[in-house]
């Protein structure tokens, strides 16, 4: 672990190293033999003339020197005006202290948004974890890969799902970007022939291109399958799905019973809007820049760091969805890219991840443990 720290930190000062670029302007030289030119005297003007304050920019301020792509900004629609004092109470907090955790130190380095950085910084966290030197000792097992057969239905629903993934984002409906989404996808098929495809695969292997090289996004959902429990959440009947909307309706139901109780009471299923959630880990249905951020915490804390930022995203909205309907709940619980303008600021969200995290894991396990004694009870009868 030392050393992924020390990797990550060199990294991160290569960075903050890296030059400033300012707009350029005409620099006038004077000569030291020359004189110094003088303005003439100010005219005396008898009407005031209005006062224009201009502050410096400022110098401090690092500009990141590379930027991979830019996405257009969609039109906000904003469907909710207004601050309700739910969500001022649910963020109202201190200014947190400077950190000395290493971990929370790099986390709050990729608050700068920069997509080669954060991908390093994964890709490192990665190389971290147990058993990647094993996985990755063939230098060309990607390549091989590539080249072994796969079920002809898997080959085609991948085809298919290229174009439907990240419809709004011209870059994923590119030959070359897709091109790529496939390669990942087949290569993954072909290491885990027990997995399969499902399509919400594509939204993270898609993703992981925008910040790393193909074979390295490959990779790393390898790491995802085997580190990190995708594989119940990716292959068979997904397995993981039905315990975690267990877990998430029974932290609902303590945390936020008013919330709970309107939720059932208009027969809206957890599966309805948290699926999304799981399987693509928050991508499939908000901005790259959102689910950048909240991977940067997931990653790092953990796959049970999800249910934090879903009980974060009730907290900050309760008193919205309290007076909503079914299908109202439904359209902000999914987050539509098509209407982006309800998506919660992302550094609020975890603002309140962070005051309720500690709470909220303690529940996930007390509910997991629940949930699989009650499946042991089940199977004896």
Same mark, same amino acid.
Not at 111 to 137: D, F, N
């Given at each position: 672990?030392?050393?992924?720290?020390?990797?990550?930190?060199?990294?991160?000062?290569?960075?903050?190293?890296?030059?400033?670029?300012?707009?350029?302007?005409?620099?006038?030289?004077?000569?030291?033999?020359?004189?110094?030119?003088?303005?003439?005297?100010?005219?005396? @003007?008898?009407?005031?003339?209005?006062?224009?304050?201009?502050?410096?920019?400022?110098?401090?301020?690092?500009?990141?020197?590379?930027?991979?792509?830019?996405?257009?900004?969609?039109?906000?629609?904003?469907?909710?005006?207004?601050?309700?004092?739910?969500?001022?109470?649910?963020?109202?907090?201190?200014?947190?202290? $400077?950190?000395?955790?290493?971990?929370?130190? @790099?986390? =709050?380095?990729?608050?700068?948004?920069?997509?080669?950085?954060?991908?390093? @910084?994964?890709?490192?966290?990665?190389?971290?974890?147990?058993?990647?030197?094993?996985?990755?000792?063939?230098?060309?097992?990607?390549?091989?890969?590539?080249?072994?057969?796969?079920?002809?239905?898997?080959?085609?629903?991948?085809?298919?799902?290229?174009?439907?993934?990240? !419809? $709004?984002?011209?870059?994923? $409906?590119?030959?070359?970007? %897709?091109?790529?989404?496939?390669?990942?996808?087949?290569?993954?098929?072909?290491?885990?022939?027990?997995? #399969?495809?499902?399509?919400?695969?594509?939204?993270?292997?898609?993703?992981?291109?925008?910040?790393?090289? =193909?074979?390295?996004?490959?990779?790393?959902?390898?790491?995802?399958?085997?580190?990190?429990?995708?594989?119940?959440?990716?292959?068979?009947?997904?397995?993981?799905?039905?315990?975690?909307?267990?877990?998430?309706?029974?932290?609902? %139901?303590?945390?936020?019973?008013?919330?709970?109780?309107?939720?059932?009471?208009?027969?809206?299923?957890?599966?309805?809007?948290?699926? !999304?959630?799981?399987?693509?880990?928050?991508?499939?249905?908000?901005?790259?820049?959102?689910?950048?951020?909240?991977?940067?915490?997931?990653?790092?804390? #953990?796959?049970?760091?999800?249910? &934090?930022?879903?009980?974060?995203?009730? &907290?900050?909205?309760?008193?919205?969805?309290?007076?909503?309907?079914?299908?109202?709940?439904?359209?902000?619980?999914?987050? +539509?890219?098509?209407?982006?303008?309800?998506?919660?600021?992302?550094?609020?969200?975890?603002?309140?991840?962070?005051?309720?995290?500690?709470?909220?894991? &303690?529940?996930?396990?007390?509910?997991?443990?629940?949930?699989?004694? +009650?499946?042991?009870?089940?199977?004896?009868?």
């Amino acid at each position: 672990m030392t050393d992924f720290i020390t990797d990550v930190f060199t990294k991160i000062s290569r960075i903050k190293k890296a030059p400033i670029f300012l707009p350029s302007s005409p620099v006038s030289v004077v000569s030291p033999r020359e004189p110094v030119p003088t303005l003439p005297p100010r005219p005396v @003007i008898s009407a005031p003339e209005p006062t224009v304050e201009v502050s410096a920019p400022k110098m401090e301020e690092k500009i990141p020197s590379i930027v991979l792509r830019k996405v257009p900004t969609p039109k906000v629609r904003v469907l909710h005006p207004g601050t309700p004092k739910s969500r001022e109470r649910a963020t109202k907090r201190s200014a947190p202290a $400077q950190s000395t955790d290493p971990i929370q130190q @790099i986390l =709050e380095n990729l608050k700068c948004g920069h997509s080669t950085v954060r991908g390093q @910084i994964w890709l490192l966290r990665m190389k971290a974890s147990r058993g990647q030197s094993q996985l990755r000792e063939d230098e060309r097992r990607y390549e091989k890969l590539l080249l072994e057969d796969i079920p002809d239905d898997i080959s085609e629903q991948i085809q298919k799902d290229l174009s439907r993934t990240y !419809p $709004q984002y011209e870059l994923f $409906q590119s030959k070359e970007v %897709q091109a790529k989404m496939f390669n990942i996808l087949r290569a993954v098929a072909a290491f885990f022939p027990s997995l #399969g495809y499902l399509q919400g695969m594509g939204y993270v292997a898609a993703f992981l291109i925008t910040m790393m090289p =193909e074979e390295d996004a490959f990779w790393f959902m390898v790491h995802l399958i085997h580190n990190f429990g995708m594989e119940d959440f990716w292959g068979g009947s997904l397995p993981a799905l039905p315990k975690s909307f267990y877990i998430l309706e029974k932290l609902m %139901q303590s945390g936020l019973p008013a919330l709970y109780n309107h939720l059932t009471s208009r027969d809206i299923q957890t599966s309805s809007y948290a699926t !999304p959630w799981m399987v693509t880990i928050f991508l499939s249905n908000h901005s790259l820049p959102f689910a950048m951020r909240l991977w940067d915490m997931i990653l790092f804390m #953990g796959f049970k760091y999800v249910y &934090t930022v879903a009980m974060a995203i009730f &907290t900050l909205y309760e008193r919205e969805m309290l007076s909503m309907g079914f299908d109202d709940i439904l359209s902000f619980l999914q987050f +539509s890219m098509k209407e982006i303008g309800h998506e919660p600021d992302v550094e609020e969200v975890l603002r309140v991840c962070s005051r309720i995290n500690d709470r909220v894991q &303690t529940n996930v396990d007390r509910f997991d443990r629940q949930y699989e004694a +009650s499946k042991e009870e089940r199977r004896a009868l």
